[in-house]
Antibody, heavy 122, light 114 residues
Framework: QVQLVESGGGVVQPGRSLTLSCAASGFTFSNYGMHWVRQAPGKGLEWVAAVSYDGSQTYYADSVKGRFTISRDNSKNTLYLHMNSLRADDTAVYYC???????????????WGQGTLVTVSS | DIVMTQSPDSLAVSLGERATINCKSSQSVLYSSNNKNYLAWYQQKPGQPPKLLIYWASTRKSGVPDRFSGSGSGTDFTLTISGLQPEDVAVYYCQQYYSTPPWTFGQGTKLEIK
């Protein structure tokens, strides 16, 4: 079945960088757009970034634009989120999620990975 | 950006009774060319990722119990849980995918047992 497994979270100081990974299996990864969604402790869901099936198109939330970069390696079935200039308000669980349509990144999110916690603190 | 607003923020319902959660979008999410509402509902239990329940506002995902139903059109939507079960305790979110980016979520509704 479809499985998404995030990794790379941890504690990082403000201003530093971190890269998250999402390993995908159970489906043809290169055919689907992918997203990152985050959830601050005790808060709701916030969409972060999207990448098209081939990596040629990317979109970002205003809150992370210019600091975060989403990318993918279809040969490794892996999605990435490179996070620079991290701030305390970036502290959250980061989820990767698939969208349902071939070669498009629109739609709902299903499934989601289990998430990886990023804590930005000195 | 489309703003999604859920009501109430929390509710407590007795086992076996009906729970109703509302979601309002700041602009219509109905695409006239295919008459589909670009709205999804998710359930999130503590310590777990969100799970998709409903898409196109009223299409239940395969495997989701039929006590979960979605309704509404345009800007006003409802998630109804008929016959509340203990395992339905969770936070529920609506999300629009009509005007993106950004994909936007409601603030969540916490459902508890009375």
């Amino acid at each position: 079945q479809v499985q998404l497994v995030e990794s790379g979270g941890g504690v990082v100081q403000p201003g530093r960088s971190l890269t998250l990974s999402c390993a995908a299996s159970g489906f043809t990864f290169s055919n689907y757009g992918m997203h990152w969604v985050r959830q601050a402790p005790g808060k709701g869901l916030e969409w972060v970034a999207a990448v098209s099936y081939d990596g040629s198109q990317t979109y970002y939330a205003d809150s992370v634009k210019g600091r975060f970069t989403i990318s993918r390696d279809n040969s490794k079935n892996t999605l990435y989120l490179h996070m620079n200039s991290l701030r305390a308000d970036d502290t959250a669980v980061y989820y990767c999620a698939q969208v349902p349509f071939l070669e498009w990144f629109g739609g709902w999110f299903d499934p989601w990975g289990q998430g990886t916690l990023v804590t930005v603190s000195s | 950006d489309i703003v999604m607003t859920q009501s109430p923020d929390s509710l407590a319902v007795s086992l076996g009774e009906r729970a109703t959660i509302n979601c309002k979008s700041s602009q219509s999410v109905l695409y006239s060319s295919n008459n589909k509402n670009y709205l999804a509902w998710y359930q999130q239990k503590p310590g777990q990722p969100p799970k998709l329940l409903i898409y196109w506002a009223s299409t239940r995902k395969s495997g989701v119990p039929d006590r979960f139903s979605g309704s509404g059109s345009g800007t006003d939507f409802t998630l109804t849980i008929s016959g509340l079960q203990p395992e339905d305790v969770a936070v529920y979110y609506c999300q629009q995918y009509y005007s993106t980016p950004p994909w936007t979520f409601g603030q969540g509704t916490k459902l508890e047992i009375k």
